[in-house]
């Protein structure tokens, strides 16, 4: 089955410099990546997700680019802000199945102010 | 917009006993799901429910089940609580499959 894996677990930044979190996969049959924000004592977020048609994906300060060939891809947050603190999941799926989605372990992001 | 309700939000119960998670969502959505979070490990799937009328198992289903009451409710069931089941219980609901799933706020399940 799909296997995901997410790197690093925690990630402290100071407020503006980017960040980057990556992820990957083993199924070659996913072409759904979502990413989830949780912020703490509340549920997960969609913040962007990208399908396996597309290598890149942007929305504002967020980013996500995928690599099919090499099964990974990585979220990109540039200008970070103290409430981009989170911990933050990656997800990889078949698109067309309900129970296929696998997520990643998380990152905790902290943005030092 | 309320979203994706969860009760209760707090609950400690004692190895054997029985206790039954509800959520209700008001998206009009079609497919819900039930996942237990545990440090390091991510976001697991325990039961979902495609469509009203409809369940099936995840990929840790074991000493739990469910019950789609309705299209706005989901369920979930222990029937005999053992420590092991002590995590974070997230509800979740989609429009169709798993794509832009929206969660509730959680359930902190203590078994002691």
């Known amino acids: 089955g799909e296997n995901v894996e997410q790197h690093p677990s925690t990630l402290s930044v100071q407020e503006g410099d980017s960040a980057v979190i990556k992820c990957t996969y083993s199924d070659s049959a996913s072409n759904y990546f979502p990413w989830y924000k949780q912020e703490l004592g509340k549920g997960p977020q969609l913040i962007i997700d990208i399908r396996s048609n597309v290598g890149e994906k942007k929305d504002q300060r967020i980013a996500v680019t995928l690599n099919k060939t090499a099964k990974h891809f990585s979220l990109h947050i540039t200008e970070t802000q103290p409430e981009d603190s989170a911990v933050y999941f990656c997800?990889?799926?078949?698109?067309?199945?309900?129970?296929?989605?696998?997520f990643g372990p998380g990152t905790s992001l902290s943005v030092i102010p | 917009n309320a979203g994706v309700t969860q009760t209760p939000k707090f609950q400690v119960l004692k190895t054997g006993q029985s206790m039954t998670l509800q959520c209700a969502q008001d998206?009009?959505?079609?497919?819900m799901y039930w996942y237990r979070q545990d440090p390091g490990m991510g976001l697991r799937l325990i039961y979902y429910?495609?469509?009203?009328?409809?369940?099936d198992k995840g990929e840790v289903p074991n000493g739990y089940n469910v019950s789609r009451l309705n299209k706005r409710e989901f369920s979930l069931r222990l029937e005999s609580a053992a420590p092991s089941q002590t995590s974070v219980y997230f509800c979740?609901?989609?429009?169709?499959?798993?794509?832009?799933?929206?969660f509730g706020q959680g359930t902190r399940l203590t078994v002691v």
């Open positions: 998206m009009n959505h079609n497919s």
């Open positions: 997800a990889a799926s078949q698109e067309t199945s309900y129970d296929k989605v696998i």
């Open positions: 429910s495609a469509s009203e009328g409809t369940t």
């Open positions: 979740a609901s989609s429009k169709d499959r798993i794509t832009e799933a929206f």
